[in-house]
C-alpha cells in the first residue's frame, strides 16, 4: 500500500505542476519538462525511496553527506541515471566525499568551500554543477551568501575559480511571504544570466514556479511525513 500511495504522490505533484506551469509569468516554464522536481529523501524508510525509484522518478535530495553515503551508493549502482543534490549545508572536510556522491550541491555559500570544492573537483578529476544558496531573508540560524555579498561571490566563484555555477537557491524565512524571496531570486539570476533557480518546498512550490523556478524540493507531499530521528 506505501508503494502504491508514494506513486500516487508523484503524480499529483506532476499535475499540479503542470497546472503551475501554465499560469507561469515565465515564458520558458510553459511545460513540466523544464521544471525538475527534487523529491527530498532526508530520513525518509529506504522503502519508500525505492518506491518511488521504481515509479521512476529520476532527481533526488539529500540534507547531509554521510546519510547520503549510507544510502545512495547502492542506490545508484542498481537505478542508472540518477541524478542526487546536496540541499544542505556543506562542512569543508566533507567537499571530497560529496564530490564523490552529489551531481548537484545547491548550497555553495562562502568562499571557503568554494575553494575546497575546486580543489577536490580538481583532484577526483569530475566536474559539478553547482547552485549558490543566497539568505534572502538575512536569518543568523541560515546558511547562505548574504544578499549584499551575492553579486562579488557569483563573479568569484564563476571567474576566478571557474566552478560551473548554473543557478540559485534559497530558503524563505517561514514567517515570511514566501513569493518577496522568489521574486529577488529570479531578479538575481536575470542579472547573472544563470538558467536555474531552486526555490520552493511542498507548502509553497506552485508559488515558486510562477515565479521561475525550475527545481522544486519536494520531500512530504512525495513520502509524507519524515519519521522522527
Known sequence: MENQKVLENINLVKQEVITACTNSINAKLKRID????IAVTKRQPLERIIAALNAGHKVYGENQVQES????????????????????????NKAKEAIQIFDVIQTVDREKIAKVLKKEEEIIQKKLFYMIQINTGEESQKSGVMPNETDNFVNYCRNDLKLNIQGLMCIPP?????????????????EFKLPYLSMGMSEDYKD?????????????????KRPEK
Not at 544510502?71 to 542508472?80: E, G, R
Not at 517561514?174 to 536575470?190: C, G, S
Open 69 to 92: 553515503l549510507r544510502k545512495w551508493p547502492n542506490l545508484k549502482k542498481k537505478y542508472k541515471n540518477i541524478e542526487l543534490h546536496l540541499l544542505g549545508p556543506l562542512q569543508s
Open 208 to 224: 515558486a514556479i510562477h515565479f521561475g523556478a525550475t527545481h522544486i524540493r519536494v520531500g512530504t507531499a512525495i513520502f509524507g
Open 174 to 190: 517561514i514567517n515570511e511571504d514566501a513569493t518577496i524571496h522568489f521574486a529577488y531570486l529570479r531578479k538575481k539570476a536575470e
Open 34 to 37: 523544464n521544471v525538475k522536481i
